[in-house]
């Protein structure tokens, strides 16, 4: 259904285990609901779709893929089943329209580039379930005022929050280890930032151009700074 640009609602029927990658790429569809008989989702079933306002996705899936809503600008909220434990690259990447998500509990990462320019986001929770934060995860996502980073998170990788600019609340979960370079670039609202004492490495250029950046902590067992 690629480029079918009159398509609006489409009726899956419930004996269906897989969706094809690019299935509804650059289509007018508007609404879908997936049965829960869907296990697979293909790479960048709806990118382009920027009609798309409603999707409900199948409990039984695992893995949200690569650029599956990428360019989706009139999505303002999706629910991600609770069993899903992967969301791959891009997966959210420029859904301008996304003003909310709510991560599920079992999520194991968040990887590059998958909420890259959601410039209408203005909160995110990282479970306690992930690990690691991607390069530019949230990356140009400018509205994003709030971000509690979870306890399991060991790293947060390069650009990972680069130019959120409206960033006024940060909290880094007290496992954190990493902060690599430009990871904070350009969050120029934080006023202040708690460094927990497990990080032991904050990468060159991570908090460039902080602009109203008063109050930092260094923990007594960091060994690298820039």
Known sequence: FEGCSALKNIEIPGNVK???GELFAYSGIA?????NSVTSLGNSMFIGCTALESVTISNNVTTIPSGMFENCDALTSISIPDGVTSIQGGAFRDCSGLTSIVLPKALASVESNTFRGCSSL???TIPNSVTQIGQYAFDGCSALATATIGDGVKTVKDHAFYNCSALENLTIGNNVT???YYAFY???SLSSVTIP???TSIGAWAFRDCSRLTSINIPEGITTIG
């Open 178 to 180: 990493t902060i690599e």
């Open 122 to 124: 203005t909160g995110i």
């Open 197 to 199: 004492e497990s990080v």
């Open 186 to 188: 350009g969050c120029s």
């Open 31 to 35: 609404s879908v609901e997936m049965p």
């Open 18 to 20: 897989s969706l094809g």
